[in-house]
């Protein structure tokens, strides 16, 4: 015995509401168009305790393909309370998602403070490894914001002795390497290829 629907057009709709529910909560999450945007998005929900940040100071500077996936050096300033305004670099990971969207999977970075007088280094420097892409070795990191501006270029030499040269950007530099490796040591240059700091003793 068939069973006949009263209103079969009701069931229709029905699933179209549950359709549009769905696409609206999955969207939410995607919405960004390229690996800046959905970066920048991240980091304005992150909540960080006794830290506040200024929402609409953040700006992606720099960003690096690595396999499928979009390294993206997102920098903001805020406010740490009992300590002073910060500025702080991250690296986000972000990768292609549904409708060819973009989505961070989150990220790792410093702050520092802005001015700290305690503090007479021309560069900030933050590092690690992290197997969280889709790189079988996953990969290293050296980032950091330049405060000096006569610094042109950063090389970055890794314990295997390879020495890579980061790309420097808006007061701010990014090394990438495939693979678990530490940094050995850093150093930065002028326009005219001299050094004007390093590490190494």
């Known amino acids: 015995m ?40 991240y980091a304005r929900d992150m909540k960080t305790a006794n830290f506040s940040i200024y929402a609409d100071n953040i700006e992606a500077i720099q960003r690096l393909e690595l396999g499928k996936s979009v390294l993206v050096l997102v920098q ?12 702080c670099e991250m690296i986000m990971e972000t990768n292609r ?14 702050c520092h403070l802005i001015n700290d007088p305690g503090d007479p280094l021309p ?17 290293s990191l050296v980032h950091g914001s330049v405060r000096d501006p006569q610094i042109a270029r950063v090389a970055v030499t890794w314990t295997d002795g390879q020495v890579q040269s980061a790309v420097v950007k808006e007061a701010t ?26 590490t190494l003793k």
């Open 2 to 41: 068939k069973l006949k629907l009263r209103y079969p057009y009701l069931l229709g709709l029905l699933l179209l509401l549950v359709a549009i529910l769905v696409f609206v909560a999955v969207f939410k999450d995607i919405r960004a168009g390229s690996p800046e945007i959905a970066a920048v998005e």
């Open 76 to 87: 903001y300033s805020g406010f740490r309370r009992g300590s002073g305004a910060e500025l």
């Open 97 to 110: 998602v549904l409708f060819f969207r973009w989505k961070s999977t989150g990220g790792s970075g410093s």
């Open 123 to 139: 560069i900030t420097v933050s590092g690690g490894w992290t197997s969280a892409s889709d790189q079988g070795d996953g990969y």
């Open 173 to 198: 530099y990014l090394a990438v390497r495939e693979g678990r490796w530490e940094m050995e040591s850093i150093a930065t240059f002028d326009d005219q290829n001299e050094i004007l700091y390093t």
